[in-house]
């Protein structure tokens, strides 16, 4: 089956950093892309970053450029997303999404995990 | 405010045909990127429903389409069925903002 499972969410104070994770299985995950995509409490999606199959292409959403960073070890069917100086807008749920390329569907999500920065 | 325009809310009775539109700009849709088209249950992530403006994921009813024209996009649900309750959010590229990818902002569809 192709799955996607994040983890490494929780409560975080602001200026705080947390490390969210994504295993992939049951497909090739080192020619997929991945994404990282969030969801604050009651809102719509918002893309966050993007990395090619090889790592060699990044692209993340002026709201957490220069804080977040996103990286994938393909040998453990992983993707990473650093997150640093945390503010209480980064609070929401976050997705890791499969696509092909930076304009194509994300076809096979993950469940989310959610961050909460707080005080 | 999201760069694509999607309506908040649209309803329906079982049975019945409802749209949701998706409108965008000369830098996103109307530049030629495709539209796509997610749904998402309550408390679930994402689920992919039309990609490349009108094509369906295997498992997808086809109940479900898609068309673009212009600046926008629209999905259309035929035979509504009670489990359709859902988000339903637009996706497209967008060429003029670092942002790169553009959602819309959700419509809420209600079977009445």
């Known amino acids: 089956e192709v799955q996607l499972v994040e983890s490494g969410g929780g409560l975080v104070r602001p200026g705080g950093s947390l490390r969210l994770s994504c295993a992939a299985s049951?497909?090739?995950?080192?020619?997929?892309?991945m994404n990282w995509v969030r969801q604050a409490p009651g809102k719509g999606l918002e893309w966050v970053s993007y990395?090619?199959?090889?790592?060699?292409?990044?692209y993340y959403a002026d709201s957490v450029k220069g804080r977040f960073t996103i990286s994938r070890d393909n040998a453990k069917n992983s993707l990473y997303l650093q997150m640093n100086s945390l503010r209480a807008e980064d609070t929401a749920v976050y997705y890791c999404?499969?696509?092909?390329?930076?304009?194509?569907?994300?076809?096979?999500w993950g469940q989310g995990t959610m961050v909460t920065v707080s005080s | 405010q999201s760069v694509l325009t999607q309506p908040p809310s649209v309803s329906g009775a079982p049975g019945q045909r409802v749209t949701i539109s998706c409108t965008g700009s000369?830098?996103?849709?109307?530049?030629?990127?495709?539209v796509h088209w997610y749904h998402q249950l309550p408390g679930t992530g994402p689920k992919l429903l039309i990609y490349?403006?009108?094509s369906r994921p295997s498992g997808v009813p086809d109940r479900f389409s898609g068309s673009k024209s212009g600046t926008s996009a629209s999905l259309a649900i035929t035979g509504l069925q009670a489990e359709d309750e859902a988000d339903y959010y637009c996706q497209s590229y967008d060429s003029s903002l670092s942002a790169y990818v553009v959602f819309g902002g959700g419509t809420k569809l209600t079977v009445l």
């Open positions: 490349g403006n009108g």
């Open positions: 000369s830098s996103n849709i109307g530049a030629g990127f495709d």
């Open positions: 049951g497909f090739s995950f080192s020619i997929y892309s």
């Open positions: 999404a499969r696509v092909t390329s930076i304009a194509a569907a994300r076809d096979i």
């Open positions: 990395i090619s199959s090889g790592s060699s292409t990044i």
